[in-house]
């Protein structure tokens, strides 16, 4: 007899191996019968999944440790024993916004440094010209797409507080939103970026690996309630994520991964993007201008889908580095606990630590160190982190 399992997700292609975990039979094969919710914003994910209404979640991994730590919503305890991607989000401008810094640029338009600051000069020019501040777009204020922009900007001298208008928008209306001038440019996961690129209304500007190397994206997240009832259960879906993530990344699969993303009830947008998204190599501007990344988005290769607790205790650092959360030693210990490698390698019966655990490797700023986040944090100028 099989077990009816109830999971959320938003239409993006780091939803991949839970689509291709159900779609595929993987669950089934481990006795899951899952129905699969497609939302169209996190906050109905969040909230479906805390009172029950999701047995588990493709969820925004600040948004677990937020639910567990109590920070600006109900205290629910969240548990990440699968991570469902790394990277994979894109930040994207207007072309308006794309050509001012473009003229303000000294260097690569690809250093995410030289982009900063020349972001830092077009944002001096508009206060100084007596403009209304650049308006950008991110998924929720408990994203990693906040914490991505927000490290970018501050990089080249910009307040994301004080300097422009942060809004939060569901990944779905990203591009209308762009297209029609009410935000100058947004951070989302893919396809989206990818389609303001085919729409011709935006340019990619940066990769999130070109912000940081390594970054949890999204996570399975449960209930931790639910976990300690049902442990068989879960270490059955873990397997099941598992066994899909590494077909999606085997390439001889990728034709019928694509055809399943692009199914209307799953991601639902054109095939050949979610494909170039898979492979890492997407059109940045609409002029045809490709750029490659092998690092673009991980799914499952170089242990992506073992949950990182150092990734968590980075999260959380920016939880205190921007006055979502104060920091203390408890709160971080509470963090790093909702990623639960011991649950991941318990299901999949391997204990293997891989090399490139707690890499978060920023584009600048020094290396991260869990055990020093306070010494970590007092190394950035712009911070709203209380003093």
């Avoid at 939103?177 to 990818?194: E, H, I, M």
């Avoid at 150092?310 to 580095?321: I, K, S």
């Amino acid at each position: 007899m099989s077990t009816a399992l109830h999971i959320g997700f938003i239409p993006l292609v780091d939803a991949a191996a839970l689509i291709v975990a159900v779609d595929k039979g993987f669950a089934a094969a481990e006795g899951l019968d899952v129905t699969l919710a497609r939302e169209v914003s996190w906050s109905n994910v969040r909230d479906k999944l805390n009172i029950g209404l999701f047995d588990a979640a493709h969820l925004l991994a600040p948004v677990a440790i937020a639910s567990s730590l109590g920070v600006a919503h109900v205290k629910v305890p969240i548990l990440a024993p699968f991570n469902l991607a790394l990277n994979g989000n894109a930040i994207t401008v207007s072309l308006a916004l794309h050509a001012a810094i473009l003229d303000e640029l000294d260097g690569d338009r690809f250093d995410p440094m030289a982009t900063a600051r020349a972001l830092a000069r077009v944002v001096a020019l508009r206060r100084k010209n007596g403009q209304e501040p650049l308006t950008f777009a991110m998924t929720f204020p408990f994203s990693t797409h906040n914490y991505q922009l927000r490290f970018w900007m501050a990089a080249g001298g910009v307040d994301p507080d004080e300097d422009v208008r942060l809004v939060v928008l569901p990944p779905p209306f990203m591009v209308d939103s762009l297209a029609s001038g009410q935000v100058d440019g947004f951070c989302v996961g893919a396809p989206w970026n990818s389609v303001a690129v085919d729409r011709g209304v935006g340019h990619i500007v940066h990769f999130v690996s070109d912000i940081l190397i390594r970054a949890a994206e999204k996570v399975l997240a449960v209930r931790q309630n639910w976990a300690e009832r049902h442990p068989d259960t879960l270490a059955g879906l873990i397997r099941a994520t598992q066994r899909a993530a590494d077909f999606i990344e085997q390439a001889d699969n990728r034709d019928e991964v694509v055809a399943l993303l692009a199914q209307p009830e799953r991601v639902g947008v054109d095939s050949d993007l979610i494909r170039r998204t898979l492979e890492g190599r997407l059109k940045v501007s609409p002029d045809g201008t490709m750029r490659e990344s092998g690092n673009y988005l991980l799914v499952g290769r170089e242990h992506a889908s073992r949950p990182d607790p150092a990734q968590a205790a980075w999260l959380y650092a920016q939880m205190v580095r921007w006055g979502q959360a104060p920091f203390s030693g408890e709160a971080l210990k509470m963090a790093m606990s909702v990623f639960r490698p011991d649950l991941y390698e318990s299901a999949l019966k391997t204990s293997a630590q891989p090399a490139a655990a707690g890499a978060i490797g920023a584009f600048t700023g020094p290396a991260f160190d869990p055990d020093d986040i306070a010494g970590y944090l007092q190394s950035f100028k712009v911070s709203r982190q209380a003093r």
